[in-house]
């Protein structure tokens, strides 16, 4: 017998996380978003694009990406999170938000970030 592939579905309720980001931002000053996971941008459209003065998403899908905003203010970069996390510090500093809602385990993107 082979191995059977389960498809992951989203079973999370879009309001509520996004009361949850509405809610930590307005107590948090920050500058600068780390949106990684991204998937189409949803959450930097509705929220992250005028609240910080930076968002940077990363996904690894193109066909995703080419939804997210395309304002002065928003960066997208294409690839894997951990792979990626670094450069990104390097390149803007370390996020002062970090939006790491992620199918799986988002800690090895987190922990590299946190180096």
Known sequence: M??????????????VKRAL???YMAKVGARLCFDLF??????CRELYRDHFEQVV??????????????DAHVKAYKG???G??????????FADFWDLDAYGNPEAALVKGLK
């Open 38 to 43: 991204c998937g189409h941008g949803t959450y």
């Open 21 to 23: 980001r509405e809610e």
């Open 80 to 82: 894997n999170n951990a």
């Open 57 to 70: 998403c990363v996904d690894q899908k193109a066909d995703a990406l080419a939804d997210v905003p395309g």
């Open 84 to 93: 990626l996390v670094l450069g990104l510090v390097n390149k803007y500093g």
């Open 2 to 15: 082979g191995k059977q592939w389960v498809q992951q579905v989203d079973n999370s309720n879009h309001d």
